[in-house]
């Protein structure tokens, strides 16, 4: 009995000595947090675009106070009323930049539907003058060569010579109306009144209070992007490229210079001659530079994540 005893307690000691090891092993190791906690930790890391969006919208100091603040569930009231003021206050400057580009967005598309309704206007009148132009080609020329070879039936020099004039003038007419077909495959101009549009700050003219672009959006088309090779900014990029597509060329510094006011809508006086190829390529440009705004709302809705999941 004294020998069993004996080998229940060393038993149960090696257990027990077992069972401490255990313990102190799991407490050394690292406790993991939730998903959740780890998720909150990565949002101090932000993208560049994100940085840039901070700088542009000139809230560092509110986003910085916002991220070294500790996990919410050890706050103190005082302390979450503070953080609930800072997200708010960043959130309203978020909105506020989300305005100002939906605002921008909506000049642009106006500005392009006005010059639609004049570019199908003219479109309209000349392809009509273009039918009436291949109406009188066709009339003429069945005119001229049947009155051409009835002369020529009569037995008679004089008859026969007149129906080589009357050819001869009938090709000439013809080829007059071939030149003006030509013409008017580039539609008629008008004068319209000269006022500012979205593409005059972006071609350094002048814009009025209605083309202006805020001071957000403007930085942002001055800023190069993050992943940018050449330092070049965003203006310039969408400058470079109208330059290579040909909307801003010009035979002499004079000519590039006339070509941007009229783009721009800038011209000196109160009217400036449109025309359908100067309305086509403002629309192209406008398309562009609305494009290129629009995008600067993928970093403000990273921002936007930051802020919330913090």
């Given amino acids: 009995m004294t020998s069993r005893r004996i080998t229940h307690i060393s038993i149960e000691l090696c257990l027990l000595v077992l069972v401490s090891f255990w313990s102190e092993a799991a407490c050394a190791q690292p406790v993991l947090g939730t998903p959740e906690q780890e998720l909150t930790s990565d949002t101090h890391t932000m993208s560049p675009g994100v940085k840039e969006i901070v700088e542009e919208l000139e809230i560092e100091s ?23 003021t800072l997200k708010q206050d960043i959130v309203n400057e978020i909105l506020q930049t989300v305005f100002e580009i939906h605002g921008t967005d909506a000049r642009i598309n106006y500005e392009i539907a006005q010059m639609s309704e004049i570019r199908a206007y003219f479109e309209e009148r000349r392809d009509r003058a273009v039918k009436l132009n291949s109406i009188a080609n066709i009339v003429s020329g069945a005119l001229v060569a049947g009155i051409g070879n009835s002369l020529d039936l009569i037995p008679k020099d004089d008859a026969s010579n007149a129906g080589d004039i009357v050819e001869m003038g009938g ?35 002048d814009p009025d209070e209605k083309t202006d672009l805020s001071p957000a959006i403007w930085k942002y088309l001055n800023t190069a992007p993050p992943d940018s090779k050449t330092g070049e900014t965003r203006r310039q990029k969408l400058i470079a490229r109208w330059q290579q597509l040909g909307l801003l060329n010009g035979k002499t510094k004079q000519d590039v210079a006339h070509r941007v006011d009229h783009l721009a809508s800038t011209v000196s006086g109160n009217k400036h001659k449109i025309s359908i190829d100067l309305l086509m390529d403002r629309s192209r440009m406008l398309t562009d530079l609305c494009a290129l705004v629009l995008q600067m709302e993928r970093g403000l809705m990273e921002l936007l994540k930051v802020v919330r999941t913090h």
């Fill in 62 to 84: 509110l986003l910085n106070q916002l991220l070294a603040m500790p996990d919410k569930n050890s706050l103190n009231d005082r302390e979450k009323l503070e953080r609930v």
């Fill in 171 to 205: 090709g000439a007419f013809q080829t007059g109306l071939a030149g003006l077909a030509l013409k008017q495959q580039s539609g008629e101009a008008k004068m319209v009144n000269s006022t500012p549009n979205m593409l005059a700050k972006v071609l350094n003219r």
